[in-house]
């Protein structure tokens, strides 16, 4: 749902992240692409607790795109093997923070032990009264808007019930709010399919630290960024 015409906040409520630049680092340090993945889903549980701790109440992290199916083989097993192995302790983390876990995405192209797990995990942190950390894992904004569409057709609604808001109920983040600010790691510019829908009205903020080196500074300079704009919508 579209905000307020002006808005004067110094947290934001929603604070997605477009994790880039994993390989890159790696590379640049000699080092296998997956040791970059590996060190960058560490830095995910990281950054959630940080980003927790300054007052966001709503975190969502893009990790893995239906685009990146795309990549050679071995690096896709490495990163869903990576993927198993770090969910135990973010998990042990993020839990013991009182943070609740949500998947946005399919889930239907990973092993059924790892896609049980998944599910268990979100069912153990739903209780959670904490702030909410979603991990946008073989996600795609056109792909989300879609199979929203296609469930709105099979409902009983007409097309005049249908607004913003009932349609925002049929994607995969039905229930959180949508995106005040939106960071890309990396250098690049660009919102690669990511929340297209949610992040309509977002603060965008672009940086050119690869994700496994985005520390604390970095996230402490994000939200006064934030802070400093003048939240306006609805016009020029």
Same mark, same amino acid.
């Given at each position: ?11 934001? &409520? ?8 994993? #390989?890159? *680092?790696?590379?640049? &340090? ?10 960058? $889903? ?6 959630? %607790?940080?980003?927790?701790?300054? =007052? ?12 990146? *199916? ?10 869903? &093997? %990576?993927?198993? +192995?770090? $969910? ?14 949500? @998947?946005? #995405?399919?889930? #239907? ?6 896609? @049980? ?9 739903? =209780? ?15 792909? +989300? ?29 039905? =229930? ?5 600010? %939106?960071?890309?790691? =990396? ?32 996230? +402490?300079?994000? %939200?006064?960024?934030?802070? &400093? ?8």
């Amino acid at each position: 749902m579209q905000p307020s015409m002006t808005q004067s906040a110094s947290v934001p &409520r929603h604070v997605a992240i477009i994790m880039d630049g994993n #390989g890159r *680092w790696a590379t640049a &340090r000699g080092l296998p692409r997956l040791e970059g993945h590996r060190v960058g $889903l560490e830095k995910a549980g990281d950054a959630v %607790l940080d980003f927790a701790a300054a =007052g966001v109440s709503y975190i969502t992290l893009f990790s893995f795109s239906t685009e990146n *199916w795309k990549r050679p083989k071995e690096e896709v097993a490495g990163i869903l &093997r %990576l993927l198993a +192995e770090a $969910l135990e302790r973010t998990v042990k983390d993020l839990n013991s923070q009182n943070i609740a876990i949500r @998947h946005l #995405g399919s889930l #239907g192209r990973l092993a059924p032990p790892l896609r @049980h797990r998944i599910k268990e995990v979100i069912e153990k942190t739903m =209780g959670n009264s904490g702030a909410v950390a979603s991990f946008a894992f073989d996600y795609g904004g056109r792909a +989300e808007i879609i199979q929203a569409t296609r469930k709105l057709m099979k409902s009983s609604l007409t097309p005049d019930e249908v607004d913003e808001e009932t349609f925002a109920k049929y994607l995969y983040s039905a =229930g959180i709010p949508d995106v005040d600010l %939106l960071i890309r790691t =990396g250098g690049e510019m660009r919102l690669s399919n990511f929340l297209l829908w949610q992040a309509s009205y977002a603060e965008l903020y672009f940086t050119d630290t690869l994700w496994p080196d985005f520390s604390g500074a970095d996230i +402490e300079k994000a %939200l006064t960024e934030y802070a &400093r704009r003048q939240r306006r919508f609805g016009g020029l």
